[in-house]
């Protein structure tokens, strides 16, 4: 093999890697094999993703100088080369140095993401509300207002783990997890599914009130970055502004019981015509009547098992 | 070199019946081999609970237990490693060191320290009989957050009593080391001579009076609404369930910093002994770690950034986390600093060193990640946080005790152990632990979130990977045992009693095995025995 045909496999490689990475990064949803922060859909979600790249690329730059140089010392001083140990101890220039540089560092890496804080902080001028609630173990969905008016003939939504994953994720059901598959997309969304999931217009900043009403749950769309505890007598609030439509997954991240693993979060993103049109039939109070009732028979008595 | 004055055998002409030796033993060597069997026991324990975890986690899917049980096993994995292995392990160093460090011939406190001992084993038998109770045992996770904590069965009152005794054992421990250190050491062991693992003990020490109560505390408020219709936690009636995460984390803070700074005194002992070169900014380590240890009161809601904490504490406690990289990184540096220039050779002990400054520095990298908050919105409660604390508590405290036994295990037994197969140890252990635990890194990037048994399948291929980095690391462990059980009964090897060539301190001076009380009469110490000073750089 010739060096240039070697390296351009080499680059080839590299390239590939590089695409890996990035469609990794752009995906949606989990994949197979990934090792990063989803990008995600939103302006704060992108800021989030260049705030941990910059962390992570200070990190490993530390990380090369401190390795490395210990490296160069274990190769270099061993005494099976010969080396003579000195007697040195001290150097106060050095120790301020490093004392005084990582401060500026870490200086570098909390301005911005001070700014982010209070950015992501900041949910005012919402266009929409929906108060999330979570239980033991499936969320609830209730829109509280839209464009300035409040809404209230809109049915509440059980979103909870859809059957298909539940039956698969039974102790010794026989069913493997690999063959639930989302019918439309080919996805394959074991434990990533609802039966009814929330859904929001796109390009409008919604805000979620996010409550809980038996233990400590936690709501979270990775793709969003928008995440708050939901916790039983406190009302947290997060936003998210999504130009992109789509489906979008995310779990309860904090422990609540035997079935933690089973209460994820679905949100489809309309475009907005679509999702007001979505609403208006919501509205019709014949269809509240049936949603009701599908919502009866799809979500079996709300109310908490407790313990 | 003058030999100190040691009456070798005038207390062992008493001859001990075993239950007299090992159950009403005051001797702080005695204290410490059971404090270290105790906690080798244990480590067990809660690693067999770990291949558990691992092993339902292998392939999405249930396959080998209900999903309660799993909690139950995420909780007591993390309490029997906490409270069972690092922390006796690390009092166990401590009671065997100190005296012989500081010219003692003992602990001040002989009677209390068999008592805080002594409670441990039963507060063990009370937290694992939990497992044989109705309603199973505590399945809270570690942290025992309520209100889900209050869902358990009558068997949290066991987990509160448990945690009491553990309290009462680690403060009575605690008050043990800080009167020692600070009324025992022999004519001339000055404080800024002292060794760096006695100056992490003592403030250590501080640390774990200050906080155990606080837990004391919490869990006691517990108990009470869970069995006395007391509302702290219960929101229905006026109580706020982040209340107790404040008062929990108020302690848990501190205490992962108990985890860790007397496996920095560890290190510096180790690496300035086999750099053969004096460890470098001894001031500056002290200083360092008396400043973790004060920063570490003031971080705690960083375990908390995504409860809904005002902006202002949101920042407040960020750039009070993001502080402690400081210090921290000053001892890095100074570790790496004592290595250059120096003379090095790679025995066990210092395998294990090394081990440690690179795994607990990647952990180190990670926590300086999450101490961003918009960032750690995304790795809150994730694998990402699983990986970033096991690399400093087994990368960084369980290498740093590993290590500290191949250091000092010679100078116990007064023999030396396989070389190649403690090496062999250690290339084992530190290549599975990093297949064991880099991944988790990925998995939490990618969303999964932790103390779940059962996971999406695009979560599954790391998983996969993780779990056999585990069972190797597990099996590994094995070799540990087989090492230890060899040294001390089979060797033949005899340990000279510097055993290492440029071991310094005053334990070094004592034959090997040391002497069942250590220093009889106080030691002449000149300070060439104790911590090198050296010379200033040019």
Request: hydrophobic residues 50%.
């Amino acid at each position: 093999m010739s060096s240039s045909n070697c390296k351009r496999r080499i680059v080839g490689a590299l390239a590939a890697l590089g695409a890996l990475l990035v469609s990794v990064a752009a995906s949606a949803n989990p994949v197979p094999w990934q090792m990063n922060l989803p990008y995600g859909v939103t302006r704060v979600s992108h800021q989030i993703w260049d705030l941990h790249m910059a962390a992570l690329w200070v990190c490993v730059a530390l990380g090369i100088l401190v390795f490395g140089a210990m490296f160069i010392a274990i190769i270099r001083f061993r005494r099976s080369r010969g080396a003579v140990a000195e007697t040195w101890s001290h150097n106060t220039v050095l120790e301020v140095c490093w004392t005084v540089v990582p401060v500026l560092i870490l200086i570098g890496l909390a301005t911005p993401a001070t700014l982010l804080t209070r950015e992501m902080y900041n949910a005012t001028d919402s266009q929409m509300t929906v108060k999330v609630t979570g239980y033991q173990w499936l969320w609830r969905y209730d829109y509280v207002s839209y464009d300035g008016k409040p809404v209230t003939k809109v049915p509440t939504i059980w979103s909870r783990l859809a059957w298909d994953s539940n039956r698969a994720r039974q102790l010794d059901s026989g069913v493997s997890p690999y063959s639930i598959v989302d019918q439309k997309t080919g996805y394959h969304d074991y434990l990533l599914d609802v039966t009814h999931p929330l859904v929001i217009p796109a390009g409008v900043k919604v805000r979620f009130l996010i409550t809980a009403d038996d233990v400590v749950h936690g709501w979270w769309v990775p793709d969003f970055a928008a995440k708050r505890d939901a916790i039983p007598g406190i009302m947290n609030d997060a936003w998210a502004k999504v130009d992109k439509p789509g489906i979008y997954r995310g779990q309860c991240y904090v422990l609540c019981g035997q079935d933690h693993s089973a209460m994820p979060i679905v949100v489809k993103v309309l475009p907005r015509e679509q999702f007001n049109a979505w609403l208006a039939t919501q509205e019709n109070p014949a269809r509240l009547d049936q949603a009701s009732r599908t919502a009866d028979a799809a979500a079996p008595k709300p109310l908490p098992a407790k313990g | 070199m003058s030999t100190p004055a040691v009456e070798v055998g005038h207390y062992q002409e008493h001859h001990q019946s075993f239950f007299e030796r090992w159950f009403m033993s005051t001797n702080h060597k005695d204290i410490g081999t059971l404090y270290l069997c105790f906690s080798f026991l244990m480590l067990f324990v809660g690693g067999s609970f770990a291949m558990l975890i691992r092993a339902e986690l292998f392939e999405p899917g249930m396959q080998l237990m209900q999903p309660y049980f799993f909690n139950e096993l995420t909780a007591m994995h993390g309490l029997v490693m906490i409270f069972g292995v690092i922390m006796p392990a690390f009092v166990g160093l401590a009671n065997w060191m100190i005296p012989m460090q500081i010219g003692a011939p003992d602990m001040a406190l002989p009677r209390l320290n068999n008592l805080s001992f002594w409670l441990l084993p039963f507060a063990f038998i009370l937290l694992l009989s939990t497992f044989f109770m109705p309603g199973g045992a505590p399945a809270a996770g570690w942290t025992m957050y309520p209100p889900l904590v209050l869902q358990g069965g009558e068997s949290i009152a066991f987990l509160i009593f448990s945690i009491h005794l553990l309290g009462i054992s680690s403060v009575l421990g605690s008050i043990n080391i800080i009167a020692t250190i600070l009324n025992m050491r022999a004519p001339g062991v000055d404080l800024m001579k002292m060794s760096m693992f006695c100056w992490s003990w003592l403030i250590t020490s501080f640390l774990v009076i200050a906080v155990m109560p606080v837990l004391s505390g919490a869990v006691t408020m517990v108990l009470f609404d869970r069995f006395f219709g007391t509302n702290f936690f219960n929101a229905a009636a006026g109580g706020d369930p982040v209340m107790y995460q404040h008062v929990f984390w108020f302690f848990g803070h501190p205490e992962v910093y108990i985890m860790i700074l007397p496996a920095f005194g560890i290190i510096s002992e180790i690496v300035p002994t086999f750099a053969r070169k004096p460890l470098f900014g001894y001031r500056a380590m002290v200083y360092a770690i008396a400043c973790i240890a004060f920063l570490s009161f003031l971080v705690w809601s960083h375990h908390m950034f995504t409860v809904g904490l005002p902006l202002g504490a949101e920042v407040f406690f960020m750039y009070a986390t993001m502080l402690i990289a400081v210090p921290t990184g000053v001892k890095i540096f100074n570790w790496v600093t004592t290595m250059w220039k120096g003379s090095l050779s790679f025995e066990t002990p210092m395998l294990w060193a090394i081990g440690f400054i690179v795994l607990f520095s990647i952990g180190g990298f990670s926590g300086v990640m999450m101490a961003l908050v918009p960032a750690d919105f995304q790795y809150y409660g994730t694998y990402f946080i699983v990986a970033h604390f096991h690399y400093v508590l087994v990368g960084g405290a369980l290498f740093s005790i590993i290590g500290a036994t191949y250091y000092w295990l010679p100078k116990w037994s007064g023999h030396m152990y396989s070389g190649f197969w403690s090496k062999l140890h250690f290339w084992s252990s530190v290549i599975s632990v990093n297949v064991l635990f880099f991944p988790q890194q990925f998995l939490g990037f990618a969303g999964m979130p932790r103390r779940i048994p059962d996971y999406n399948v695009a979560f599954a291929n790391w998983n996969m990977v993780s779990s056999i980095g585990g069972f190797w690391f597990g099996a590994t462990q094995l070799i540990f045992v087989g090492v230890v059980i060899h040294c001390v009964f089979f060797s033949r090897a005899k340990a000279s009693s510097r055993v290492w060539e440029h071991a310094y301190g005053l334990e070094w001076t004592l034959p090997s095995p040391a002497p069942h009380h250590s220093f009889t009469v106080p030691p002449v110490v000149d300070d060439s025995q104790l911590v090198q000073t050296g010379a200033t750089a040019h």
